[in-house]
């Protein structure tokens, strides 16, 4: 007998050799029917696997990570078959799961978008017929023979490439079989929801000197509802892409002269300038200062910091009179140098100093998107430097500053902890101080959160904060580091109460993260129309003829005077088509003007589809001001 620890902690003794499904089963019958796989001590196996000694077991569903993947793994095997039973000379790469769905590369065939409905028919077919999923495992040498047998090339790569004491896994399915380390389902039943969501070309091993393949994106869920509004949310994400409401609303613009590299237009600039106001308002109130350092320092600097070696790759570096100069990917070097102009005592500590700072970053022409993925961005970093027994405050101020922000915008948010990764400086110790340092704080606070095991910096453990948008997706933007490392790397020193000189800790953190990245997810949040305090225009003026333009003049000053962004249109065309035009434009308010509000001194109030009706006109200009001020949100 072995002693099976579960989830809830619990403690039950079963047969060595048990497999997971049969524990699953012992438990519950109606989690063994939605279990996808399972966990030894952390690591994900397949439902099939027995237990052989004491030892934690968890058993994954679909609404579990693991067991998303284990399903969505499986239907790329299904998506695999059914192309090969359609066309049996393509010739298999590789399906992995991915974040929301699945994909498959094949070679010797290209698709079109008409091929989708004849594939996803044959998957229904193939989940339909129930077939067992069997695992098997071949020496290398048989591996090799086997799927060469089958003429499969990659296939046969892909195993050439393992060591030759190295012990190949396969599954079938019906006469299907595929190299895959698995896990998978225990068969193709449950797979219900399928849907092929697009063609794309991709590079064998993603390298260009590779095959160009034929790549079919998918999706699968457990339920065809869940399928259908994960398409619709997709659908409406088409609508509120930022890239097309940044054209439309004319904030800003990406050109072949400058590849990831955005222009920012009038408007586009007072929507961050706007963001930046509200972020050094903020800041001030914190106790934050705020300070710039140089877009390009020389190489000595990027060694000491350690980002020659670690970050090289990424990048843009020239040369000054024959010296290695390299635009900064960051602004923490920099942040070094200024603590370090003039002496510090520990009454100094802590020391907030803020920098919205524009950083270069190389990144490849395929990884570019929008605002989202640039190469160059504002970054609006602070570091923080403080004693050892500072930490925790300090952390509990950021988490508090972060946690203000997103929820001014309406984001949800959850926290992972991000801890030591391979490629990391420091000592054992250092990096458990760190640690514990960020632990203990979260903790205080009472926080939920994930451990996200060896995702930390090279230079020490983070908090990172993701936000869910409007239509649940989640975007990483905040992140505190703490970082014992450069402080020690550049010497920084304060000076003690018992006049000891000591080495700061310091805290990198962001709140926006990129600040254009940031503008990105706001547009699609609020799908263009920002609160009032933040758009760019916030009140249209729409005169119904050319009669009340001299009111129409009227009530703009009152606005202008009151700080309101105002623009009045004076054309000639009809007020029907003059209101579609404002409501596309998605500014907060429409005031219509005409005969009686220029008599009874009125504006007539529009608000996204709503009619708000007549207001006297120092009512409203007061009313908006306030709404800005306090950065409220009528609809």
């Known amino acids: 007998m072995v002693n099976v620890t579960l989830k809830d902690g619990s403690v039950k003794a079963y047969e060595a050799g048990t497999s997971i499904l049969d524990i699953a089963r012992d438990l519950s019958e109606g989690l063994a029917r939605n279990a996808c796989c399972g966990m030894i001590n952390g690591e994900v196996v397949d439902l099939r696997e027995g237990v052989k ?168 869920y457990t339920k065809a509802s869940d399928l259908e509004a994960y398409v619709n949310m997709l659908e409406e994400a088409k609508k509120r892409d930022h890239r097309k409401l940044g054209k439309e609303l004319g904030l800003f613009c990406i050109l072949d002269e400058g590849p990831g590299f955005p222009f920012f237009l009038p408007k586009g600039m007072v929507l961050k300038n706007t963001l930046l106001e509200y972020w050094r308002e903020i800041h001030t109130r914190a106790g934050y200062v705020e300070i710039q350092t140089p877009m390009m320092l ?33 602004n923490c070097p920099g942040g070094m140098l200024v603590y370090m102009q003039e002496p510090h005592s520990y009454r100094d500590l802590p020391i907030r100093a803020g920098e919205i700072g524009l950083v270069h970053r190389h990144e490849k022409s395929g990884a570019l998107h929008g605002l989202m993925r640039v190469r160059c961005f504002s970054q609006d970093d602070a570091h923080i430097f403080m004693t050892p027994d500072q930490i925790k405050d300090e952390i509990k101020g950021v988490v508090a500053l ?41 903790d205080e606070l009472g926080r939920d959160y994930v451990i996200n095991e060896g995702d930390g910096a090279f230079y020490g453990p983070k908090i990172d904060f993701h936000l869910e948008d409007s239509l649940g997706r989640t975007w990483q933007c905040g992140t505190i580091q703490l970082d014992m490392q450069l402080p020690e790397r550049f010497e920084l020193e304060y000076t003690d109460k018992d006049g000891t000189k000591k080495r700061p800790v310091m ?3 962001v709140v926006f993260g990129s600040v ?10 609020f799908a263009g129309h920002f609160p009032t305090w933040l758009a760019p225009v916030q009140v249209k003026i729409l005169p119904i003829s050319d009669k009340y333009a001299d009111y129409a003049s009227k009530v703009e000053a009152a ?50 589809a709503e009619d708000l009706g007549s207001y006297k006109l120092e009512d409203f200009v007061k009313e908006i001001k306030e709404e800005i001020k306090n950065k409220t949100k009528r609809w």
């Not at 190489?299 to 990048?315: A, T």
């Open 53 to 220: 000694e004491d030892c934690n077991v968890a058993i994954c569903t679909f609404d579990d990570p693991e067991g998303k993947r284990a399903f969505r793994h499986t239907a790329s095997h299904i998506l695999a078959q059914a192309v090969k039973r359609l066309y049996p000379d393509a010739k298999l790469a590789i399906g992995p799961s991915t974040e929301d769905g699945f994909y498959y590369d094949f070679d010797d065939i290209t698709f079109n978008p008409e091929d989708f409905e004849k594939i996803e028919k044959e998957m229904k077919k193939i989940v339909k017929e129930n077939l067992p999923i069997e695992k098997f495992e071949l020496p290398r040498d048989e591996a090799v023979k086997f799927m060469e047998e089958k003429n499969e090339p990659y296939k046969v790569e892909l195993i050439n490439d393992l060591p030759e004491d190295a012990v190949i896994s396969f599954y079938k399915q019906g006469e299907f079989t595929d190299l895959c380390a698995g896990p998978h389902l225990m068969s193709t039943k449950p797979v219900k929801a399928i849907k092929i969501m697009s063609v794309a070309g991709a590079y064998w091993r993603g390298s260009e000197k590779n095959k160009m393949l034929s790549r079919l994106y998918a999706t699968a």
């Open 298 to 330: 020389n190489r000595q600097l990027w060694e000491r910091s350690g980002h020659w070696d670690h970050y090289k790759e990424n990048m843009y570096t020239t040369k000054i009179d024959d010296v290695d100069f390299a635009i900064k990917p960051m």
């Open 402 to 442: 972060i946690d203000e922000v997103y929820s001014l915008f309406g984001f949800n948010y959850h926290i992972e902890l991000s801890t030591r990764p391979e490629d990391s400086m420091g000592s054992d110790e250092e990096w458990e101080r760190a640690t514990e340092g960020l632990k203990g704080a979260l």
């Open 507 to 509: 805290i990198h953190r």
């Open 516 to 525: 254009e990245r940031f503008i990105g997810i706001l547009t699609e949040h």
């Open 559 to 608: 606005f202008k005077e009151a700080g309101v962004r105002v623009e009045t249109d004076q054309r000639a065309e009809k007020i029907g088509y003059k209101i579609r035009e404002a409501r596309n434009e998605r500014v907060p308010y429409i005031v219509v003007v005409g005969e009686k509000e220029a008599e009874e001194g009125t504006v007539s109030v529009r608000c996204k």
